[in-house]
């Protein structure tokens, strides 16, 4: 059976830097977890099909804490005023996902208002606010294991997967995906890799995988970081 799989607006915004290699050698390092070195805070984005902001705003405020950066991340402000610009019928907002790529370009592009504020879901009619933009240097394609693994260690990534309905209420260290007719799209920061998989930071809450709203999903799961199938990007500051 063909898999039902949601799919966000195809948005040709992105002009991306895609990285080649001159090896296939793998990283030799076999294991690395941001959580190790900085704090990490899952946030939860509720009922709303909002993953690919709360992603992107994990991404972007573990890079800045990285570098010693103060950026002030309105996540709501992605969701609401980024991915649907013009829309102000809330319930379209929240139950639209909004594709990865478009909204990177979005805010290496146009940026945001670094004085917006954390409201969620952020209210329409406050999109058009002034004030200073924070913009992204740039966003890289991901293509290969080693490209990832080696762009991790540099900061969080971001990437799409498919998960099924289970994935949402999994407790546990290693998420295992279940044989599944209907899947779904899902966006999820990625803080570091082991021997199994890749840990992945998820938008469900601290309470979601293992008890601080991450879990390793092990290679190939769900075409998690699989360039020919599903999309994932580093970012730079």
Same mark, same amino acid.
């Given at each position: ?5 949601? +799919?966000?607006?195809? $948005?040709? =915004? ?61 996540? /709501? ?26 909204? +990177? /370009? ?22 058009? $606010?002034?004030?200073? =933009?924070?913009? +992204? ?66 938008? $469900? /809450? ?32």
């Amino acid at each position: 059976m063909q898999r039902a799989v949601r +799919l966000r607006p195809a $948005m040709a =915004r992105a002009r991306l830097k895609v990285f080649s290699f001159t090896t296939t050698e793998e990283v030799a390092l076999t294991s690395f977890d941001w959580r190790d070195q900085i704090h990490v805070v899952a946030r939860h984005q509720g009922n709303c099909e909002s993953c690919t902001a709360f992603a992107v705003a994990a991404a972007i405020e573990l890079a800045a804490i990285i570098a010693k950066r103060a950026v002030r991340i309105p996540v /709501g402000y992605f969701h609401t005023c980024i991915g649907h610009p013009g829309n102000a019928d809330a319930d379209q907002i929240c139950g639209s996902g909004v594709d990865l790529s478009y909204m +990177l /370009g979005a805010i290496r592009d146009d940026g945001f208002p670094s004085n917006a504020p954390d409201s969620y879901p952020f209210p329409a009619n406050r999109c058009g $606010m002034g004030g200073a =933009r924070f913009k +992204l240097k740039s966003f890289d394609e991901i293509t290969s294991v080693t490209n990832a693994k080696t762009a991790i260690r540099s900061g969080p990534i971001l990437a799409d997967m498919e998960v099924t309905k289970k994935f949402f209420d999994f407790k546990g260290r290693i998420y295992r995906q279940p044989d599944a007719s209907t899947t779904t799209l899902h966006t999820v920061c990625i803080i570091g890799f082991n021997s199994t998989g890749w840990i992945i930071l998820n938008s $469900m /809450g601290r309470s979601w995988g293992d008890g601080t709203g991450c879990a390793t999903v092990p290679y190939g799961t769900g075409f998690i970081l699989d360039p020919k199938v599903r999309q994932a990007y580093s970012l730079s500051l």
